[in-house]
């Protein structure tokens, strides 16, 4: 006997980062049940799911509302962008508003769905759907008494759906994040599929995540994944590790600092990350922005994310040190965003980067720091963060440096504790040292991947000419002329 693959194709939903975590979407002609908490984005997900593919799969869709009322869920959307009753007017989605029917209906005997199922095939056949959108199934469960009719005409139409092609999306409450079911146990007797939506605290916030706990028709990526509700909609965040380069190139670029190059055996490799870390007042963001500053001398473009220091701050401490970040953004070869730490939530400083990158299109990246967001969000959730940033910049051969505050060093053992430590090509400690009766700045490359680096401790200076390496290279480190005139007036 021969076997066929009766698995189902998939569709795609066009929802940001979800159908690669779902591997391509959703099945095709099935009930899936998208279940959570009160706020988790339920509703959203459904009715973004029948908008992407009315607008941009051409796949004509159909809302059933037995909680919502069709004119509330209109205004709901609208900060979306989501024309849906223009898309209505066109004959391209359908409402089926049955939220009045289950508050009015006074439950006599055994109640027949029969017309409800009805409204709704009719619906599906008035403008051609191939999507479905039900929601929210507990509402039945809450309005009658007799469970077992609710789940006995559900599979009803559900089954008509099926056999009229159209992919189905239910939409059911989970009374707790930590329920491992739907409240009135809707997989069991509907779903090829079931996606769960949480909504939890975690410290000062709350966090969503998506999860996808069983999925007919083909592989999926399995554990908890944070998602944003921004202002376009659901963005999912998958695992980014498949978006590293096939190659990464073994061109050398220069850090703006010549001793660093030296030490660096000639500078870092294009594309690699670089965690400069050390304890507050070394000159981590001095050594940032003369990154980008070398860039700007070469015509790469440079972009500056700030976490610290607002853009006025950031443009006077540049020219302190003899750097014109004005005229390089103005010639479109810099970027300086500044954000307040929890501003926004994490995933969306996240969605953020990757929109200005991909817009602006840098060779460089400087982050200043990431220490606040380290400090808002825990552990779990920023290594998420961490490697899904990492990995979009190296997949486009973006060199980055990640500045990270951290209490004082000990040599080569910095760095090892940290997740930023994990995804580092290179890690540059710097920090304070009592030398000969006075404090000094020390600066050690404890890390540098496939690639012969020095091994000494050396002091570093910082004035308004920059900073400068002692004893790296050949080159002096010399004093401006003003600061030289200064110490002479005052012998």
């Known amino acids: 006997m021969t076997h066929t693959n009766s698995l189902p194709p998939?569709?795609?939903?066009?929802?940001?980062?979800?159908?690669?975590?779902?591997?391509?979407?959703?099945?095709?002609g099935r009930a899936i049940v998208i279940s959570g908490s009160a706020g988790s984005g339920k509703t959203i997900f459904g009715l973004e799911f029948l908008f992407r593919g009315v607008t941009e799969l051409k796949e004509p869709g159909v809302f059933v509302t037995f909680e919502e009322r069709r004119a509330d869920l209109l205004m709901d959307v609208a900060g979306f962008g989501w024309s849906l009753d223009d898309l209505e007017k066109q004959g391209r989605i359908a409402f089926v508003d049955?939220?009045?029917?289950?508050?009015?209906?006074?439950?006599?005997?055994?109640?027949?769905?029969?017309?409800?199922?009805?409204?709704?095939?009719?619906?599906?056949?008035?403008?051609?759907a191939k999507r479905v959108v039900i929601d929210s199934i507990g509402s039945l469960f809450l309005r009658y008494k007799d469970y077992a009719l609710v789940r006995r005409e559900m599979f009803k139409l559900i089954s008509i759906l099926r056999e009229l092609g159209v992919t189905t999306v239910?939409?059911?409450?989970?009374?707790?994040?930590?329920?491992?079911?739907?409240?009135?146990?809707?997989?069991?007797?509907?779903?090829?599929?079931?996606?769960f939506l949480y909504n939890s605290a975690v410290g000062?916030?709350?966090?969503?995540?998506?999860?996808?706990?069983?999925?007919?028709?083909?592989?999926?990526?399995?554990?908890?994944?944070?998602?944003l509700i921004s202002d376009d909609g659901i963005v999912v965040f998958p695992r980014q590790n498949e978006d590293f380069a096939k190659e990464s190139p073994?061109?050398?670029?220069?850090?703006?600092?010549?001793?660093?190059?030296?030490?660096?055996?000639?500078?870092?490799?294009?594309?690699?990350?670089?965690?400069?870390k050390g304890p507050s007042g070394t000159g981590r963001t001095v050594l940032g922005m003369s990154f980008l500053a070398e860039g700007v001398?070469?015509?790469?473009?440079?972009?500056?994310?700030?976490?610290?220091?607002?853009?006025?701050?950031?443009?006077?401490?540049?020219?302190?040190?003899?750097?014109?970040?004005?005229?390089?953004e103005k010639r479109r070869l810099l970027q300086?965003?500044?954000?307040?730490?929890?501003?926004?939530?994490?995933?969306?400083?996240?969605?953020?980067?990757?929109?200005?990158?991909?817009?602006?299109?840098?060779?460089?990246?400087?982050?200043?720091?990431?220490?606040?967001?380290?400090?808002?969000?825990?552990?779990?959730?920023?290594?998420?963060?961490?490697?899904?940033?990492?990995?979009?910049?190296?997949?486009?051969?973006?060199t980055t440096l990640m500045n990270y505050t951290s209490a004082a060093v000990d040599?080569?053992?910095?760095?090892?504790?940290s997740d930023l430590a994990v995804i580092a090509d290179n890690i540059i400690t710097m920090d304070f040292s009592e030398i000969a009766g006075q404090m000094e700045r020390i600066i050690l490359i404890a890390k540098s991947r496939a690639s012969a680096h020095d091994k000494e401790v050396r002091r570093y200076t910082i004035n308004s000419a920059g900073m400068c390496v002692i004893g790296a290279t050949e080159k002096a480190c010399l004093e401006p002329a003003a600061v030289i005139k200064r110490k002479k007036s005052r012998k």
Not at 111 to 123: H, P
Not at 218 to 226: D, E, V
Not at 250 to 260: F, K, L, P, T, Y
Not at 357 to 382: A, E, G, M, Y
């Open 10 to 28: 998939k569709i795609p939903t066009n929802i940001v980062g979800f159908d690669r975590l779902a591997d391509g979407g959703l099945p095709k």
């Open 98 to 128: 049955a939220s009045r029917v289950a508050e009015n209906q006074v439950e006599v005997g055994e109640y027949d769905f029969g017309a409800l199922i009805a409204r709704i095939r009719f619906a599906v056949d008035k403008v051609k």
């Open 170 to 195: 239910i939409t059911a409450e989970r009374v707790n994040d930590s329920d491992g079911a739907s409240r009135f146990g809707v997989e069991d007797f509907v779903a090829d599929s079931v996606v």
């Open 204 to 227: 000062r916030q709350r966090e969503r995540q998506i999860e996808i706990v069983k999925l007919r028709g083909g592989s999926h990526q399995t554990g908890r994944y944070p998602f």
């Open 250 to 276: 073994m061109s050398r670029i220069s850090i703006g600092v010549d001793g660093i190059d030296a030490m660096t055996d000639g500078g870092i490799f294009r594309g690699s990350t670089t965690l400069l």
């Open 297 to 328: 001398r070469r015509g790469e473009r440079g972009v500056l994310f700030s976490f610290e220091e607002g853009r006025a701050q950031i443009f006077m401490d540049a020219k302190t040190i003899g750097m014109n970040f004005t005229a390089a």
């Open 336 to 398: 300086v965003v500044a954000w307040q730490p929890e501003e926004m939530p994490l995933e969306a400083y996240l969605k953020q980067m990757r929109h200005i990158v991909k817009d602006f299109q840098p060779r460089r990246v400087v982050i200043d720091s990431v220490t606040p967001l380290v400090n808002s969000v825990d552990q779990q959730r920023f290594r998420r963060f961490a490697v899904s940033l990492n990995s979009f910049l190296k997949a486009r051969q973006i």
């Open 411 to 417: 040599g080569e053992s910095a760095g090892t504790d």
